[in-house]
C-alpha cells in the first residue's frame, strides 16, 4: 500500500507566476483535500475533490484551483501568485466516503514566491 | 474567527511523565475529533480519534478526552518519550462539512530525557 506522494518537494517561484503543485493519493482513497500550512499556523483547508469532482471548498479566492484525475490524484494550480502564498501545501487523501475519517497526509511541498 | 484552539504553543516534559496537550472549538456543529502529529519537514500523521458521542478514547499511551459541555479536549501520553517531540495539532470536523478538517496552531511538545 503506497502512502500519499506529493511533488515537487521545494519549488521557488516568482510574484504574479502560476504554479501547479501535484498529489498522489494512497490507494483506495478516492478523496483528496488541499491544506495550506503557513507559518506558524495549523493547516487550512483550501478544497476538496470527491470522484473527479469539488466537495467543498475553503475561504481561498478563484486562483487557487485544482483538478481530480480518474486514478484520483490531484493536481493544485494557483495562478497570479502572491508573496503570502509562500506557505507548505498539504495534500490528503482519505477513503470514501468522506466523512468523519482520518486524513492521510503527504509530506508537503514548500512554495516560496519571491 | 479561530473555531480550534490550541493556547499553549508549547510543552516541555520530562521523559517518562505525562504530557497533556489542550484543544478547545468553538463550533457546536462539530462531531468528530482528530490529533495529528507532525516533525519537521513530513506532513501531519495521524495519531488518534474521538467521535463526539464518546468522552474516551484510549490507543496504547495515548488517550484523548472529551468534554463536551466546555467543548474541550485534551491528549494524554503516557509516559512520555523524546521520540514524541513534534509539533501536535488539534482538528475537528462535521457532517456537512464532509470530513473537512479545522485545525488549530499547533502545541510543540518537547521530551526531555
Known amino acids: 500500500e503506497t502512502g500519499v506522494t506529493q511533488s515537487p518537494t521545494h519549488l521557488i517561484k516568482t510574484r504574479g507566476q502560476q504554479v501547479t503543485l501535484r498529489c498522489s493519493s494512497q490507494?483506495?482513497?478516492?478523496?483528496v483535500s488541499w491544506y495550506q500550512q503557513a507559518l506558524g499556523q495549523g493547516p487550512q483547508f483550501i478544497f476538496q475533490?470527491?470522484?473527479?469532482?469539488?466537495?467543498g471548498r475553503g475561504n481561498f479566492p478563484p486562483r487557487f484551483s485544482g483538478l481530480q484525475f480518474p486514478n484520483y490524484s490531484s493536481e493544485l494550480n494557483v495562478n497570479a501568485l502572491e508573496l503570502d502564498d509562500s506557505a507548505l501545501y498539504l495534500c490528503a487523501s482519505s477513503p470514501a466516503p468522506p466523512v468523519g475519517t482520518e486524513a492521510f497526509f503527504g509530506q508537503g511541498t514548500r512554495l516560496t514566491v519571491v | 474567527d479561530q473555531q480550534v484552539k490550541q493556547n499553549s504553543p508549547s510543552l516541555s516534559v520530562q521523559e517518562g511523565r505525562i504530557s497533556i496537550l489542550n484543544c478547545d472549538y468553538t463550533n457546536s456543529m462539530f462531531d468528530y475529533f482528530l490529533w495529528y502529529k507532525k516533525y519537521p519537514a513530513e506532513g501531519p500523521t495521524f495519531l488518534i480519534s474521538i467521535s463526539s458521542i464518546k468522552d474516551k478514547n484510549e490507543d496504547g499511551r495515548f488517550t484523548v478526552f472529551l468534554n463536551k459541555s466546555a467543548k474541550h479536549l485534551s491528549l494524554h501520553i503516557v509516559p512520555s518519550q523524546p521520540g514524541d517531540s513534534a509539533v501536535y495539532f488539534c482538528a475537528a470536523s462535521y457532517g456537512a462539512s464532509q470530513g473537512n478538517l479545522i485545525f488549530g496552531k499547533g502545541t510543540k511538545l518537547s521530551v526531555k530525557p
Open positions: 490507494s483506495g482513497h478516492n478523496t
Open positions: 475533490y470527491y470522484r473527479e469532482e469539488e466537495n
